[in-house]
């Protein structure tokens, strides 16, 4: 038998009571619920209580303090009005389920904050239907702790950056002298291959005397090589020096609004060639009239041409190359597929860490700069690879308004 609570024996003998038993038991009720009002009232979290039609019935001092609801004019209201994050049919769900929801989201009102939200079923008492009760937690120093900490490392990582630039500039450099010897070398054989008489003086005329022809162009044909290689590694230079100052000095974004589409045509085109040249097929599924959203045109680029050279450099002759962009209700995204070797669970976990790479010469911190770029647009990437079938990279922005379903 399940054991009687004190509202289960009092309406069992309520008959029995009279007029001085009554006002006894409604003094006690009174006293109790003060003390509860009092005790929820000191609580640090906000607590709010809506019944089955999603009506706010109840809610402590602490939901003033975050969200800014009036006891006058707010007790009653539908909580999408106050809360419009929050699905009054996902709850209902949720509650059939015994399961308990969280969200987070950030206010603006009263003061900016960062809230962490519990929603769970509780015993409705006797009413119809099921209550409700949502959990407000200000989780805004505890985002702010966790933002401070990451720069900590990345202050300890500066020590890293520089040992690791030292090195990774060192190569090339070694690289660029060596060739530069060979050039000058080479230079020298030519001026040996040509005879004395060529060499003309002030005020003399030059004699016709045989060339070594052949041992000429052979040198030349060197000389071109070295020069060729000097200017790769010229430009491997640029590119590790652009990167490393992107990674230790981030700007933030120009934000304004604009069409991705736009970006995204002007990104394939500046990397057609290098597609081309290594024969691989391009696929564009651009999503007519994309929902203008917010972001930065110059950084989303510098994103996209990263996630699109790794999509390159992971294939071989007859791999396609996929872009796409498309909305929801909530956001605009941008998804880069390729069909390159894809990315084990081992190294998929650890791809977004500086100077981690899985390539000979990268500088391990290309997707680490497009991590950051995403996280200021307050955006999301997302990451799916099957080894032997591919990778797929997808970009979501975060629209202004949320489109009507």
């Known amino acids: 038998m399940k054991k009687l609570g004190f509202f289960d024996k009092l309406l069992g003998r309520i008959d029995r009571l009279?007029?001085?038993?009554?006002?006894?038991?409604?003094?006690?009720?009174?006293?109790?619920?003060?003390?509860?009002e009092t005790l929820f009232n000191t609580i640090e979290d906000g607590i709010i209580v809506i019944d089955n039609n999603g009506k706010i019935t109840y809610f402590n001092d602490a939901v003033k303090r975050l969200i800014g609801l009036e006891p006058e004019k707010d007790i009653g209201k539908e909580i999408q009005e106050a809360l419009p994050i929050l699905n009054l049919e996902t709850l209902k769900q949720n509650g059939r389920n015994n399961s308990v929801v969280r969200i987070e989201f950030e206010v603006d009102y009263p003061t900016q904050r960062i809230i962490r939200l519990y929603a769970t079923t509780i015993e409705a008492g006797g009413q119809d239907g099921q209550t409700t009760a949502l959990i407000l937690h200000d989780i805004t120093d505890i985002k702010k702790r966790t933002v401070e900490t990451i720069e900590t490392e990345r202050l300890q990582a500066l020590t890293l950056l520089a040992g690791s630039l030292?090195?990774?500039?060192?190569?090339?450099?070694?690289?660029?002298?060596?060739?530069?010897?060979?050039?000058?070398?080479?230079?020298?054989?030519?001026?040996?291959?040509?005879?004395?008489?060529?060499?003309?003086?002030?005020?003399?005329?030059?004699?016709?005397?045989?060339?070594?022809?052949?041992?000429?162009?052979?040198?030349?044909?060197?000389?071109?090589?070295?020069?060729?290689?000097?200017?790769?590694?010229?430009n491997r230079l640029d590119y590790i020096i652009t990167q490393y100052l992107q990674a230790i000095?981030?700007?933030?974004?120009?934000?304004?609004?604009?069409?991705?589409?736009?970006?995204?045509?002007?990104?394939?085109?500046?990397?057609?060639?290098?597609?081309?040249?290594?024969?691989?097929?391009?696929?564009?599924?651009?999503?007519?009239?994309l929902p203008l959203v917010a972001f930065d045109p110059v950084q989303i680029k510098q994103a996209l041409i990263n996630l699109i050279k790794n999509a390159i450099q992971s294939m071989t002759k007859g791999g396609i190359l996929t872009i796409e962009t498309g909305h929801t209700n909530d956001d605009v995204w941008i998804a880069i597929s390729d069909t390159g070797g894809g990315i084990p669970i081992d190294v998929m976990n650890r791809i977004f860490e500086p100077f981690y790479t899985t390539k000979q010469?990268?500088?391990?911190?290309?997707?680490?700069i497009v991590n950051r770029i995403v996280r200021d647009h307050r955006g999301k990437i997302e990451l799916e690879s099957k080894v032997g079938e591919g990778t797929k990279f997808k970009i979501r922005l975060p629209l202004q308004k949320r489109l009507p379903e």
């Open 18 to 36: 009279d007029a001085e038993g009554l006002q006894k038991i409604l003094q006690r009720l009174a006293r109790e619920r003060i003390f509860f």
């Open 166 to 234: 030292a090195h990774e500039i060192g190569n090339p450099i070694n690289a660029l002298s060596i060739h530069s010897q060979l050039m000058i070398k080479e230079i020298k054989k030519i001026k040996a291959s040509l005879p004395a008489s060529m060499i003309v003086k002030p005020g003399e005329s030059a004699v016709k005397t045989p060339i070594d022809l052949k041992r000429i162009e052979e040198s030349l044909v060197k000389i071109e090589k070295y020069l060729t290689t000097s200017v790769n590694e010229i």
């Open 249 to 289: 000095r981030p700007v933030p974004p120009k934000i304004r609004l604009g069409d991705l589409n736009i970006v995204v045509k002007d990104t394939v085109d500046l990397l057609y060639p290098e597609i081309e040249n290594r024969k691989l097929l391009l696929r564009k599924i651009l999503y007519p009239n």
């Open 361 to 368: 010469q990268g500088s391990g911190l290309g997707l680490m």
